[in-house]
């Protein structure tokens, strides 16, 4: 199979509260066609792609945010961009809110082939913010509230001629999630994300929310030598405004492709994925390089533990 | 103690094989007193700043190269360094290649306290390059051969008012560098590195050699909420040309003070510690958000081993 492949970042601005599922579909589905055209084999969608990002909204009651999740991929609403996809032979990540038939709730992407079928599904591990309402934000970023930490770990699968791997928006963040997917030969990460342009937490510069943004999906691009496909959900949605910059990094870390809008729109790179090979067989030889014995604590420890003698000293 | 700290990176031109230890010693002399007219509290000398980069050349029988190792630290020619520092009030940073009383061989740095005594050890984890000569490259890179892989781990310590971490150029390119140090609390982490502008292992378009120099540092420093000095030995020595990009990046991941050129020459930034708080207690609280149930790969595998499914399965 062929390692070269056209890729797109399908970005989609922003979708309204009372926005219906398929109008959303309609949107991606107007992306998938012209990614079709520019002859595109992948599509990467955002994080929580068929709805507003409602960990934003309070609700006591959890279950009164159901008509946010999907119980099934695909269902009636979805199946149509799956076989738009695979009419055009494309494949595609696809982030949605998902909620187990037995009452769990994942904030999830699934892998999808060329011919439609769900070939993978990653449920977000970081997840980012809070649980209980928090008056002085602006607005809620209440994630921690509407989803469990994801159970599956970070997978990867054959695809496209290559190993891919999956994250959704805050795990970007982290670098074990690359490194745990570049251990299991990850060549192409994708992930979407739901990003506000303001940091409601502590104060921070509102640019360095973009330059966060492509630093580390850059950065990691390099350091896991893989290409890092981002795709934002984009705009001002209900009153809160998200951050653009979808983008394309190949593992050199340089951005080859890069969205110019917070709207709804398709960025597209030719890729070799050969070009993994390079980092993976020098420089980042993990196998003549790594020392896994001075790295015991990455996964033993969860905090910050001060050394004992550190801890002991007075300041 | 106070949190606010004035730091320097003392980057250095080229020293010359033949170059004296009494001249690259009167050289940092020089730059010690600039930090002290600067108001320096700490400064960060290069990896191996008192020789030439040895590691480009080969020899059969590696006792020929003892010349290049330090015995003792501070020894008879390193001494007026440490005499000058605490004199000045200075604590310092410095890489050196030792040579233990058994035999042992690290790329080495060490921790000075402001009044010149040694608080701390660093032995270099990730060596880079080869052990053997290799006939196609256009000069070595055999720290295999001229180091065993450091045996101390990640340490830090607490000094300045802050807890401190080292490492040397080539770990500063692993993300498992600084999360070993910022799970033991790291707030400021330092570094010296000798790099080609020339990637010998493979072709990389040399623009991207800086390029990645400031990317792992910034993201790492912004993934890691800490401080992050980086210091070069830099220019052409004998014929090698080293990058320079000395840098000093804070815990945005922003460099807040860059070298200029590929000389001597010293920077200096001040920078208040407890901006690395922000960080650690929000989007990277590792407490909070952390999920090492997932991470187990990356501490007990060392290269890279495609799942079963993927490995069997046929391209």
Same mark, same amino acid.
């Given at each position: 199979? /062929?390692? !070269? ?17 398929? /109008? ?43 008509? *946010? *999740?999907?119980?099934?991929? %695909? ?14 032979? !494309?494949?595609? *990540? ?36 809070? /649980? ?13 509230? *509407?989803?469990? %930490? ?27 999630? @690359? ?13 979407? @994300? ?20 492509? $630093? ?40 080859? /492709? ?8 398709? !960025? ?6 050969? $070009? ?9 030889? @993990? ?7 001075? @790295?015991? !604590? ?18």
């Amino acid at each position: 199979m /062929s390692r !070269i492949l056209t890729i797109g970042a399908a970005q989609l601005g922003p979708i309204a509260p009372e926005e219906s599922r398929a /109008s959303a579909v309609n949107r991606m589905i107007e992306l998938l066609k012209q990614a079709g055209d520019r002859g595109c084999n992948f599509v990467v969608f955002p994080e929580l792609a068929l709805t507003t990002f409602f960990p934003r909204y309070y609700e006591e009651d959890i279950s009164k945010m159901d008509r *946010y *999740y999907e119980r099934e991929m %695909p269902g009636p609403e979805t199946r149509p961009l799956f076989e738009e996809a695979s009419k055009r032979g !494309i494949g595609f *990540y696809l982030g949605y809110a998902e909620l187990t038939p037995d009452g769990h709730r994942y904030n999830t992407a699934v892998l999808v082939d060329e011919t439609g079928k769900v070939t993978g599904k990653y449920r977000k591990v970081h997840l980012p913010g809070h /649980s209980e309402y928090e008056g002085q934000r602006p607005w809620q970023h209440l994630e921690k509230r *509407y989803f469990e %930490p994801g159970d599956l770990g970070f997978g990867v699968w054959r695809q496209h001629g290559g190993i891919i791997g999956m994250a959704l928006c805050n795990d970007r963040r982290w670098p074990e999630t @690359y490194r745990v997917m570049s251990l299991k030969g990850a060549e192409l990460i994708v992930l979407g @994300y739901n990003t506000p342009d303001v940091n409601t937490s502590a104060f921070e510069p509102n640019h360095l929310r973009m330059f966060h943004n492509h $630093l580390t999906m850059q950065a990691n691009a390099y350091m896991n030598s893989c290409f890092v496909v981002g795709t934002a959900k984009a705009g001002v949605e209900d009153g809160c405004m998200l951050i653009g910059g979808s983008c394309i990094a190949q593992p050199s870390g340089e951005i080859v /492709s890069l969205a110019t809008t917070v709207e709804d729109e398709l !960025i597209t790179s030719t890729i070799d994925l050969d $070009l993994a090979k390079m980092g993976k067989e020098t420089v980042f030889n @993990y196998a003549r390089h790594r020392r896994i014995e001075h @790295y015991g !604590i990455i996964a033993s420890q969860t905090g910050v533990e001060l050394p004992p003698e550190l801890a002991d000293a007075a300041e």
